[in-house]
């Protein structure tokens, strides 16, 4: 089925979900899930809505020109996407593969409906997985000194390949504010802890010398404050003191590449909405 | 807030949100929340719409007969339910007390809105809890040549009360055609094992013969067919090789108070659709 | 049963598990349940064993002499319970009452294995609980300026009853350090977070703010540091973006009384061994 | 650290711990693990011991003559392994290739303790698979007239890699009474659902219909009755309303990797003992 999705958040209204649903009807929409929420704190409405569009009667070309007249009335802050429209993905990765793996074979078995153009590290490690699912790898090399180049090659990479999120599949290099700025809300990281604990190096150490009883990851966006930005996911795992810390690396390995692939799953169907430095994920 | 909950299934059909939604609208609604969902198999829209009435310009005791000409055009099965209106709410137990003192709880700290007027027990164990939270306590005999006596007896008490839900809280009979026939979808109860292993009695020490490594609980409507109505909810809990019957039966007790009171709070939430022996739990 | 449980944490050593079990079997011991762990970081030998008393041929008043010898031996830290003398725990509590409930709950059903000599607050509101459940109620007022005089207090009343255990069941005031000095690893506190995040106030609202996914309790021992002690027990639980502050605390309450419970029942049970800041939980 | 790994089941009697730390003492083992567990309905004793070898006297090749006389005192069922000496696994699968990418992964990471020396399927789709990982891969087709003669090729290449333990990752076909029963405790299937719920064909289907709300996974030992084997490890996913059967299936994918990875583990550490249809796992 080829669907469309309408994300909208603006000031809440009344009115609001008879506007859209009135837009969508007159233009024969098949509506196939529908999601509306309403923030009281915030006084936000925020809402998902997903069509067939085989019986749409408006060209997806002229959507925006047509529903710009409702978004004006209301303020809103709206986005569409279309399913047919894959969506371009780059992954980050550095020597650890276990996301890598995940992501791959996932994208290969239908899960994730992407494109994935290229894969891009600052170590030739994983290269022979990527040559196996026939994704094009490149190696742009990272050092102290040479940052602002590495990110300029990287970004002439991305920008050639018309990417739309990036994804850091433990990729161990922090972008520079310049970066991230480029591709807000494009940018998914895995964190291996449960945010806002342990947040910045080592945090299986840590978590390890703290005596938690369970280890987390956090997938989020990335902003230019480390570790800080909007949370898209987080799950976490029962430990026992038989578990020294090579253990919590390696169990923390399955939580990370679950996290990761279903914040970057979300991301992909259109499920999330950011605001006041959350996340709204419709199920 | 004082809100009117609506919960809608009929055949899909294009224009059913916008109907809705301008319905709503045409009464000055402000809506909080709403989801719907298209259920593909059986080409069924099922909808939960909730709004704030005080700015509601329609009597609400007018809305059948205002909402009927769109359910009759849709031919929907619907529902509307206001939160000022609490439901009624028998529970039934026998000895086992602990999903009973949990209701209680619940009820008191104000997470369960309803009332209760009363308990009804084969039992005279639970009557000091009851006393203490002040519902009236009702014990009914139950034996095997008075079950006819008995259920006329429990409903003559539940038609008194006006009950909306019946809340089987270990009750440890079953219930006749007859009795549950009169309440469908109006009596919850829950089973100690994850449905549909181990129906029927003694599921603990089935489960702990088979050697599972986790152990459920499951709250479901109750239907004709012993533990085979539309499951609500579910959950499971780890076990080892370290825990023998007593405490697969004392683990059990935290399962079945949290499902059990997660199944009736959807209930009592207007959550809940029933469709194809299955529910739609709204979150 | 009447079982006796062992123990032992010393540095690791050659021989330790013999001498161990060559000691039991000399005075007849009829061993339930033994686990031992050694943590190579800190060349630590840990140990759990119990044994059933009924054809042990050493008094268990005499278990100490006749021990000591081998402690020395291995610069044992030791300590022995016997399961036949039950616990003095008195609970501390402020206005919320659901972690106060299921304590007591448990402890009427047998699941936690103690006497309950009395329960202290600094306010009035769960004085019907108390009275329930049979438990001697004291409250004594805690402000800004009679700290001293109301933990005097406080502590005359532990010490008359013998108190072993001192459960913090959200008690809201902080003690003093040398109250909590006088009480090593006998004091254990719930904490509404997943700690290490959201040490301090208020952390509900603060997870709300953060947008996490997850919500968390955590009870550990009380040491001078505020939320530092060793970590007993943690779970977490699930929020979505409908899960309003009010909601957070509903759902935390689940976790909290999870999470108490079972690191009291832990402490009961001797099932903990403290070291390095964190506790071995034997299974 | 080059470890030895005792096993033991036998009648629970007084002097059993003491006979063994003493046999490990005598030859100076540094004992790094223990567990032991008595279950009192059944009146039996199992134990798991793990000592680093570096420092033990008695050669591994005598061991077992040096054992014997203990063992026959107390009739155990034991066994010993060193985890220097890595087992020989197959892998079996048919076109499903996700458990086969997660236990490939797994195995090149280092977390899966073991050569792995061929895969057989009765298809070629994983091929690349095995290829890429470096395995050779033998296809075996099975139609229903050639069930035994594709067995007896199966069964010789086993024996030519002279198999320890065959891993079944969503392989497609039942083993034959003779096959399994050449194998006893060798075979680790992964059963898509929760058993004993949904034993047999297209548990997803079955679940889906059912409408239960958490799907489940099941790995055990495979015995000559289908999905009746003594059970390794399960785990359970929540689901929704939204999640059609193909979202259970994929769902499901994660928790079969995950269980399936988690029994093969435990077989290859010598974590599990298998008494009474049951497994002990030890930690």
New interface residues.
Partial sequence: MNTATLLISCPDR?????A???F??TY??????????????ENLF?MRVEWDVT?FSLDMSAFAAAFQPIADRFQMTWSVALSARRPKVAIFVSKY??CL?DLL?RHK?G?LRCDIPLIISNHEDCR?LAD?YGIPYHVITVTKDNKAESEQAQRALLEASQIDLIVLARYMQVLSHEFTASYPQRVINIHHS?????EGAKPYHRAF??????I?ATSHYVTEVLDDG???????MRI???D?IDMLI?KG??LER?VLSRAVRAHLENRILVY??????F?
Same sequence: chains 1, 2, 3, 4.
């Fill in positions: 009344k009115g609001l979900s008879a859209i649903a009135n969508l009807y024969n929409a098949n509506i196939v899930h529908a999601d509306q929420h309403q923030d009281e704190t925020l019986d593969d276990h793996v074979h078995s899960e022979g196996y449960f945010l806002p604990a342990f010398a703290r005596g938690v009883k369970l987390g909007p949370i898209i996911e987080q799950d976490v026992s003191h038989r020294d390696q390995r399955d679950m006041a430095k959350k996340t709204v994920i199920s």
